[in-house]
């Protein structure tokens, strides 16, 4: 469709179109397009997310709304990995709803399989290098949130992924408690799901609580603690 690519290509020079209300639709279409044209996407990747700190408010402005948008898609995820890894190297210690938007990103992905946990140079790794505790804790608020709102049974294998990912977490916060007291206390909400195996679960909020010193069991509360 080259008329198509002619009216997307005059829009995304800066010279022609400098709109951030124009360039946010690029960033609510973006799935959408790479459907239609993974290729043309890949090729202008460099045009709808500019690198340069000029035009850092056109990016944003297109990657925060797909963000708040869209959930996380095998084939979307895959052409935006590298958008992904820059949107980490972003993240500083003041977080918003933004960056609460990217680790949901990140821990769907990694639930569905996309982002495997031991690999030292993954995103996975990448996020939770720069994440700071509380943005950390909002991971395991987002797992625990929604898995007690899913009223069909879970998958074993997501649940396992998660159980992996807490055990991962868990030897971590061992090493520096005082660093990662908002992630422990976020155990509450996995616990509270009531989708885990009961001897697991209790085992690990007394894990939790050891670090902690104290672990809600209400999304509410939790919220309060830790936002």
């Known amino acids: 469709m080259p008329e198509?690519?002619?009216?997307?290509?005059?829009?995304?020079?800066?010279?022609?179109?400098?709109s951030l209300a124009v360039r946010?639709?690029?960033?609510?279409?973006?799935?959408?397009?790479?459907?239609?044209?993974q290729n043309w996407v890949k090729q202008n990747l460099s045009r709808i997310f500019p690198p340069n700190e000029n035009d850092r408010s056109l990016c944003l402005a297109a990657w925060n709304t797909y963000l708040r948008?869209?959930?996380v898609y095998k084939n979307v995820f895959s052409a935006?990995?590298?958008?992904?890894e820059k949107a980490i190297d972003r993240l500083s210690n003041e977080i918003d709803e933004n960056d609460q938007r990217l680790?949901?990103?990140m821990i769907r992905a990694y639930a569905f399989g996309y982002l495997p946990l031991e690999d030292g140079h993954g995103l996975l790794q990448r996020f939770y290098?720069?994440?700071?505790d509380r943005l950390c804790a909002h991971v395991l608020w987002q797992i625990g949130y929604s898995l007690h709102e899913t009223k069909e049974q879970v998958h074993p294998i997501i649940l396992e992924r998660f159980q992996a990912l807490w055990n991962q977490r868990l030897s971590i916060a061992r090493s520096n408690p005082e660093a990662h007291?908002?992630?422990m206390v976020a155990f509450g909400n996995l616990f509270y799901s009531e989708k885990?195996?009961?001897?697991?679960?209790?085992?690990e909020l007394k894990n939790a609580l050891e670090i902690s010193n104290g672990v809600s069991r209400h999304f509410s509360l939790y919220s309060d603690l830790v936002h």
Do not use: C
């Open 129 to 132: 290098a720069k994440a700071t």
């Open 196 to 203: 885990f195996d009961d001897a697991w679960a209790l085992t």
């Open 4 to 18: 198509v690519r002619k009216v997307l290509a005059f829009h995304l020079n800066t010279k022609n179109d400098p």
């Open 24 to 37: 946010s639709i690029y960033g609510h279409q973006l799935p959408h397009l790479i459907v239609m044209d």
């Open 181 to 183: 007291i908002k992630e």
């Open 103 to 105: 680790a949901e990103h």
């Open 69 to 71: 948008g869209w959930g």
């Open 80 to 84: 935006l990995y590298n958008e992904y």
